[in-house]
């Protein structure tokens, strides 16, 4: 169990620090306005969560899923972000904004997670 939870921690802060390296980057190209680097995590972090899910099914490493899925990924992904980004547009008064934020970080994320199943499934 606490070699399990050392997974989790370490890929956590790798996750969370390349989280933090995306915003910086994300920040410095486009900068302030709409939150695009957490639908870019958001999206990148959902097509890696599934080619994972195929690659350690079919290869038998599951024992890795504590660091990759919980630890990486979810240092990585952002939805306690993606939840404080769209309540702060909302009470900034762009409403829609919000509304748009919601769908396409929603739908752009449930796109990449059948995109990296089905890449992970025809290389495997």
């Known amino acids: 169990m ?8 370490l890929g956590g ?5 390349l989280r933090y390296l995306a915003n ?19 999206v990148v972090g959902s097509f890696v969560m599934g080619v994972i899910v195929v690659v350690l099914a079919k ?3 599951t024992a890795y899923a504590p660091f990759l899925m919980t630890g990486v990924l979810g240092g990585f992904t952002t939805f306690s972000a993606f939840s404080l980004d769209t309540l702060t547009l909302w009470e900034r008064g762009q409403h829609e904004l919000a509304v748009a934020y919601v769908g396409v970080s929603v739908i752009l ?3 990449a997670i ?5 890449v ?3 290389l495997t």
Not at 28 to 40: C, E, Q
């Open 109 to 111: 994320s449930l796109t």
């Open 2 to 9: 606490f070699q399990t939870l050392l997974q989790v921690a």
């Open 59 to 61: 290869k038998g490493g």
């Open 13 to 17: 802060a790798i996750g969370a620090s």
């Open 24 to 42: 910086v980057g994300v920040m410095r190209w486009i900068g302030p306005g709409f939150p695009y680097a957490t639908v870019i995590v958001n």
């Open 114 to 118: 059948v995109a990296g199943l089905s």
């Open 120 to 122: 992970a499934r025809a």
